[in-house]
């Protein structure tokens, strides 16, 4: 049987923010939240420490100590192994839960605009940084997923383009593909609307803001 979290480490986990999951303690406790698998390293500096999905559960009394040590799927599978943003492309979950898919993004989220912060030479946060630059499709599927836009046949479709730091964003409205541009837009991307031919679909086409 394997070692339930110390008391000490029950009480940082009880203490992370409610809402982005941002950990406070000793490097030597955190790091063991780590080996717990209710913690990570965010890879970016500071290096601020994070509750995982199972983390949040057990800080909020839906999963028991011992079972926490078990490996937990993640919402996604992630180069990361920790989370990725739904592009619209991958199939249906077997199950979900709204409230913690939700939540998960939302750490996500404030995790990218904390990465801005620490890596954009200005600290701004409201326009795009490197990271990115270079993962487009994850970056932009993200901006909508955290903005509440639905993925999937019925929702978005974030994909690669020809064009360089470019994505395109398709949906099953105009008026959900108004949404999205409204969301892209307040998320310091650069928007602007097409038609795949004369008469026929409208997308978005999406870039990274640098200025």
Same mark, same amino acid.
């Not at 698998?37 to 994070?50: E, T, V, W």
């Not at 099953?172 to 593909?177: P, W």
């Not at 998320?187 to 200025?211: C, D, F, I, K, T």
């Given at each position: 049987?394997?070692?339930?979290?110390?008391?000490?480490?029950?009480?940082?986990?009880?203490?992370?923010?409610?809402?982005?999951?941002?950990?406070?303690?000793?490097?030597?406790?955190?790091?063991?939240?780590?080996?717990?698998?209710?913690?990570?390293?965010? !890879?970016? !500096? /500071?290096?601020?420490?994070?509750?995982? /999905?199972?983390?949040?559960?057990?800080?909020?009394?839906?999963?028991?100590?011992?079972?926490?040590?078990? /490996?937990?799927?993640?919402?996604? /599978?992630?180069?990361?192994?920790?989370?990725?943003?739904?592009?619209?492309?991958?199939?249906?979950?077997?199950?979900?839960?709204?409230?913690?898919?939700?939540?998960?993004v939302?750490?996500a #989220?404030?995790?990218?605009?904390?990465?801005?912060r620490?890596?954009n030479?200005?600290?701004?946060?409201?326009? !795009?940084?490197? #990271?990115?630059?270079?993962?487009?499709?994850?970056?932009?599927?993200?901006?909508?997923?955290?903005?509440?836009?639905?993925?999937?046949?019925?929702?978005?479709?974030?994909?690669?383009?020809?064009?360089?730091?470019?994505?395109a964003?398709?949906e099953?409205?105009?008026?959900?593909?108004g949404?999205?541009?409204?969301?892209?837009?307040?998320?310091? #991307?650069?928007?602007?609307?097409?038609?795949?031919?004369?008469?026929?679909?409208?997308?978005?086409?999406?870039? !990274?803001?640098?200025?």
């Open positions: 049987m394997t070692k339930s979290p110390t008391a000490a480490q029950r009480r940082i986990i009880e203490a992370a923010d409610p809402a982005t999951g941002r950990l406070t303690g000793s490097e030597a406790q955190l790091a063991g939240l780590v080996r717990h698998r209710l913690a990570f390293r965010h !890879p970016r !500096p /500071p290096h601020a420490y994070f509750l995982t /999905p199972t983390g949040h559960r057990l800080r909020e009394g839906t999963q028991s100590p011992v079972a926490a040590e078990a /490996p937990a799927p993640p919402a996604a /599978p992630a180069p990361s192994g920790l989370f990725a943003a739904r592009t619209g492309a991958e199939p249906p979950p077997d199950t979900e839960r709204p409230a913690a898919r939700a939540r998960d939302r750490s #989220w404030e995790g990218l605009l904390e990465m801005r620490m890596t030479p200005d600290g701004a946060r409201d326009r !795009p940084c490197a #990271w990115e630059r270079t993962h487009l499709v994850q970056a932009a599927a993200l901006a909508l997923e955290a903005a509440g836009r639905r993925p999937g046949p019925d929702g978005y479709r974030v994909g690669e383009t020809p064009q360089p730091e470019a994505v964003v398709r099953g409205t105009s008026e959900s593909l949404a999205c541009a409204s969301a892209l837009e307040a998320a310091g #991307w650069q928007v602007s609307e097409h038609a795949e031919r004369p008469g026929g679909a409208r997308y978005l086409l999406a870039s !990274p803001r640098r200025s």
